[in-house]
């Protein structure tokens, strides 16, 4: 049986990783097999890419854009495809519309170039829904310590990716789905698992029907 592939995106401190551990939970106790991951990461390559890109120092946005590429790719291999063929469900904070986001929109790399690139890594695999927490890069980096690199990119650059994500959003409004993160962690919560368990029920209602394979 085919799983559900839900992708929570946005700028950051935007929240991703606290509604994706909430939307576990609750699918957990639901009896819904779940996988939680998150790009850069969920391999031993992809661990080590994600340590390199967090850290300071100048690198070029190609260099940047391949090392996440790489480390996708074997994500993908390793992680996301074989839970979604055993039926799970599997979360994943941030994917490929980051690339879109933080090296296209922020970095002024071509969109079409790297939905290519995207494309290749993934076998262009395609998530049934994407969260998109949008919030005020302003508050975002309030939120965080800044300490990795991304984090201590200049205002404009956060503008940029936060405003690329909206466009993203205006062209696949069918897979994208808005969520006003200005507001309370509550209300963010109901509304991510309200569209996550929509699109369950669209795509593999048996999950919800039984909480089992």
Known sequence: MQGVFITVEGVEGSGKTTVVQAVADRLRQAGVPVVVTAEPGGTPLGAHVRAWLLQGGHRSGWAEAFLFLASRAEH??????PALQRGDVVLCDRYTDSTLAYQGFGLGLPLKGLRTLNALATGDLQPHLTLLLDLDPVIGLQRVARTTAFERRDLAF??????????LAQEEPHRIKVVDAHRSLDEVLQTCIALVSEAIHRWQPSLLATGTR
Not at 76 to 81: G, K
Not at 158 to 167: E, F, I, K, M, S
């Open 76 to 81: 993908v291999a390793q992680v996301i495809r």
């Open 158 to 167: 956060h503008r940029r990716v936060r405003a690329g994500y909206l466009q």
